[in-house]
């Protein structure tokens, strides 16, 4: 049966840790699906492990609609939640939409968009006519040049309540789930028992309602420098599929992350 945004947040009230990796073609949607993953991210990190980018920001929404599509076909069970890529929902709500169409009728059931309370009134815009949207704050790396680089965020006492006060607005506005990157673990913490909306988080400590990672990051297919937060789970595994099996056991029996793979 399929999970659905219902499903994830009766995971999160109930405290059973919710898995997502990143996936971009159908192929491993499928063995992602039969890994018991619950919701597959068509991540616009695709400019970094399939195109070769340094960064996010030349990912089109026709790149998007691709991948999406090619992940829907392979996924029975899982959740498909589609980024949209950067330049696609910051001029307007109305634009939002109409970028947000071609993303869902590739088969994602869900939208992720970067950006906190400044944000807020697109993601209302969206779930009050039937689009469910993610969220995501703390490291937003469509933002790199504005944060000055790929960065731990919410740091200090006013940067953690401005955080905060993030992750409220975007559930006020509607934010079915809520990703956080790269943040504190006692922030992550603070976060997920503040909201009601599932967190999941990379490189925010072990407390969220979930966890999520680059694919082929944990994989270690990614030739790039790896971020602190990322576990190879090939390592010791026979094959992708155990490996990945590895990865839903470690989230699940909250073994994954680790202090060496959290920022404190
Ligand atoms: N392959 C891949 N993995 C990712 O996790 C990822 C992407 N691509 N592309 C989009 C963003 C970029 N991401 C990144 C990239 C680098 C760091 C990084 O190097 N962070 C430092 C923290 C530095 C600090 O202490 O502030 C680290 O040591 O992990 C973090 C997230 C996460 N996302
Ligand atoms: C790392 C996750 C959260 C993401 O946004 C992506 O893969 O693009
Ligand atoms: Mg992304």
Known sequence: MRITLTTLQKMAR???PITMLTCYDASFATLLDNAGVDTLLVGDSLGNVIKGEETTLAVTLEEMAYHTRCVARGAKRAL????MPFGTFQVSPEKT??????LMAAGAHMVKLEGGREMAETVAFLTRRGVPVCGHIGLTPQSVHQLGGFKVQGRGEAQAAKLLDDAKALEEAGAGLLVLEAVPAALAKQVTASIRTPTI????????????????????LFPGRRPKFVRS??????????????FVKAVKD??????EETFQ
Do not use: H, K, W
């Open 14 to 16: 109930e405290g059973d």
């Open 80 to 83: 498909v939640i589609a980024d």
């Open 97 to 102: 939409f109409e970028n947000a169409v071609p």
């Open 201 to 220: 988080g990379i490189g925010a400590g072990p407390d969220c309602s979930g966890q999520v990672l680059v694919l082929y990051d944990m994989l270690d």
């Open 233 to 246: 789970f090939m390592r010791g595994a026979p094959s992708v599929q155990a490996a990945i099996e590895a």
């Open 254 to 259: 909250r073994t994954f992350p680790g202090p």
